[in-house]
């Protein structure tokens, strides 16, 4: 098939990209004889790169390829942000004086100065004008209840609850804590909360009462959003209990119910108010509030390694930039597609491209509340067929769920409108990338592998349209965001594992961390001078395809040999016995640090598998990654994100001090595990 005019070729300099060259034809077959694709699984045709935003957004500024991106946005930072600021359509009352100023010091970086803007301006509000009845989400419930809203039905409910909040009191900057499974209420509190330049934080609905009470005390919340409760895999879950206790020693003022599955029962009173009933008689227009670019948006908590969970702060300004970015040049959201990412808005995943991103884009969305297994493993590749999901967005950890248990979704369910495949939350193993890659995508469709963190804002390596893909790999780093691999010194490393650091500021870097500045800077910018630390361990091929190797706390130092735990983790996985693994460090007396190995057999039946993980893993890594020790469990302690809890798990094992647990889903599993 023949290249035209405005096509892209393969080029060897280009990081494992596609470029674009405006002259000469050449057909696939010619790019692969010049060059050696051997080692790539994956290699895109021109249309699935030429309908992409990132190509559009190259094109118009002259760009010839994803890599001539790159260095151009780092070198010119206030250029490249200003240009995706007019490419998604930001809507700004008052435009901005100065993109971006650093005179406070990099760490203190404020962006689109003096702009005046509301995010929910630049998302809801225009495309309602634009497209009314278009549909902007589908919501499923566990026990099969659909609904959908419109664009225009969106707005609408947004603005009676954005009224509702302001009968009762609430204001701008006031805190709005949203505890609420994912239902449409939960959106329309978000938005409605942006609306009238509240600032929203979003406490995942399984949290315990501890955790949610830390998160609003923390952050001062006025007012308090949850339901009378909700299905997990058929059994009936209460969240009254967890509020009444959390509540305590708060400023909650005022508890707003909303009624879904009637599991808990409420009186109304001076501080309960009923949703329903709250939004009844209220106006169905609202004014947006005009906010300062740097006004908070919203307060997400991310947990720490010890004491208190961190309060990342979003703004207006920066936020609504990056969150469009995100959407439309990562994973590619058009308007007119259907996303279907089951991630809970308590995530900045979710946030992201559940909300945010999707919103700014125009684009619909299929939201899921329930479990992704229930009643059967069919149930997801169901909700995708059925609403012709386009994008389809998965942890690591489920697609481990998946392949554990061999299903395989093209055998049983129609998945031909599906062109993207994001992944993030973890390292994800070459297994786990082969089964998505093959199972779902039928090895057409890319896995577009991302990384990054609530403090970022959304994902700072990512796969992009175009790319040729060897497994497992995050990409690059995603243009605007000047990213390094560096030693202890600070060296710039290629060929070894490293740590990870950002150079610049972006738009959506955390505007420090809710009453705790001295955190802030000892955390990430403490490390090296001016250079964001970000903790974690990577790896760049000689393609510059980037690689996910473990936080750089998990780096293991075995008699000056340096490990990462994704690796042999990775190793222990490919066993085809194996479903999941985390491995650890441990003081040792001779080698200074010995591993240890913790396993999930893919069939509980699977026992006594110990000898053969160790083999395995003297096979596949060496005999200097042989475990001083190897432990079976029946699951591995995780966050509700899906990752992996190492930390705890070397707690438990050395007797120390747990630390925060507010994140931990599945704590009953540390029992398994007995101290040295």
């Known amino acids: 098939m023949a290249f035209d005019d405005n096509i892209l070729l393969q080029n060897a300099e280009c990081h494992g990209t596609i470029s674009y060259k405006l002259k000469n034809l050449f057909t696939m077959q010619s790019i692969q004889k010049n060059y050696n694709l051997s080692d790539f699984k994956f290699i895109p045709n021109e249309e699935q790169f030429q309908n992409s935003n990132v190509y559009k957004f190259m094109k118009k500024h002259d760009i ?76 499923i419930s566990e026990d099969g209840l659909e609904t959908k809203l419109s664009y225009l039905e969106l707005n609408t409910k947004v603005s009676k609850l954005a009224n ?29 909360a942006a609306k009238i330049g509240a600032i929203q934080t979003i406490i995942f609905s399984g949290y315990s009462s501890e955790s949610l009470q830390i998160r609003l005390q ?19 879950v209460s969240q009254k209990t967890t509020v009444e206790t959390a509540i305590e020693n708060t400023d909650i003022e005022k508890i707003i119910v909303v009624s879904y599955k009637g ?107 329930g479990a992704l297994d229930y009643p059967t493993m ?110 202890d010194n600070g060296n710039s490393l290629r060929g070894k594992n490293g740590y990870l650091v950002i150079k610049s500021p972006w738009p959506a870097m955390t505007r420090g961390l809710l009453n705790d500045d001295d955190r802030y800077i000892k955390t990430y910018w403490s490390r090296f001078e001016n250079v964001w630390f970000h903790g974690d361990y990577v790896f760049a091929d000689e393609d510059n395809l980037w690689y996910m190797q473990g936080r750089s706390d998990d780096v293991i130092n075995v008699s000056g040999h340096r490990m990462s ?26 080698t200074g640090e010995a591993i240890v190995v913790f396993f999930v057999s893919n069939d509980e039946n699977n026992v006594d598998l110990e000898s053969d993980v160790l083999e395995h893993i003297s096979k596949k890594i060496g005999k200097i990654a042989k475990p001083k020790q190897i432990f079976q469990l029946s699951d591995l302690p995780k966050t509700r994100t899906g990752k992996i809890m190492r930390r705890l798990l070397k707690a438990k094992l050395l007797g120390t001090e747990l630390g925060d647990l507010s994140s931990l889903e599945n704590p009953e599993v540390l029992d398994e595990i007995n101290k040295l």
Not at 325 to 339: G, M, P, R, T
Not at 412 to 433: A, M, Q, V, Y
Not at 576 to 586: E, G, Q, R, T, V
């Open 218 to 236: 923390d952050c001062h919340a006025k007012i308090l959003l949850t339901s009378d409760g909700f299905h997990r895999k058929g059994k009936p």
């Open 378 to 487: 069919d149930r997801i590749w169901e909700i995708m067929s059925k609403y012709g999901a386009t994008i389809f967005g998965i942890s690591p950890t489920a697609v481990r769920l998946f392949k554990k248990n061999n299903v395989r979704p093209l055998d049983r369910h129609s998945l031909d409108k599906l062109r993207n495949i994001p992944t993030t939350g973890e390292p994800l193993d070459e297994d786990s990338w082969w089964w998505l890659f093959e199972k779902v995508g039928n090895k057409k469709i890319p896995v577009m592998n991302l990384s990054g963190g609530t403090e970022i804002g959304g994902a700072m390596l990512s796969v992009f349209p175009g790319m040729k893909l060897k497994p497992s790999t995050v990409g690059i780093p995603v243009p605007g965001m000047d990213l390094d691999i560096v030693d």
């Open 263 to 369: 599991i808990d029962q409420y009186d109304k009173s001076e501080k309960i108010q009923f949703y329903d009933t709250l939004i009844s008689d209220q106006r169905d227009s609202c004014d947006t509030e005009i906010m300062d670019s740097e006004d908070p948006l919203f307060i997400l908590y991310t947990s720490g390694t010890t004491g208190k969970p961190k309060g990342v702060i979003h703004t207006h300004g920066g936020f609504s930039v990056f969150a469009g970015h995100q959407a439309s040049y990562l994973v590619d959201i058009h308007q007119n597609d259907v996303l279907f990412w089951p991630a809970d808005i308590g995530w900045i995943t979710g946030l992201v491209w559940n909300v945010y991103g999707l919103l700014i884009m125009g684009a619909s969305a299929v939201i899921y509340d």
């Open 164 to 192: 509702g909040l302001k009968s009762l009191g609430v204001k701008k900057g006031d805190v709005i804590a949203i505890y609420l499974p994912m239902v449409e209420e939960a959106i329309v509190s978000i938005l409605a």
């Open 64 to 139: 010839s390829s994803l890599d001539e991106l790159c260095i151009k946005s780092k070198n010119n930072l206030e250029w490249f942000w200003e240009s995706v600021d007019k490419d998604i359509g930001i809507i700004w009352d008052e435009p901005y004086t100065k993109t971006l100023d650093t005179s406070n010091g990099i760490a203190w970086s404020k962006w689109f100065v003096n702009g005046k803007t509301n995010l929910y301006k630049s998302s809801v509000e225009k495309f309602t004008k634009l497209f009314p009845e278009k549909i902007a989400y589908n919501f």
């Open 565 to 590: 735990t994704a690796e042999i983790e990775h190793s222990v996985i490919s066993h085809d016995k194996i479903s999941d693994a985390a491995s650890i460090s441990i003081p040792d007396e001779l």
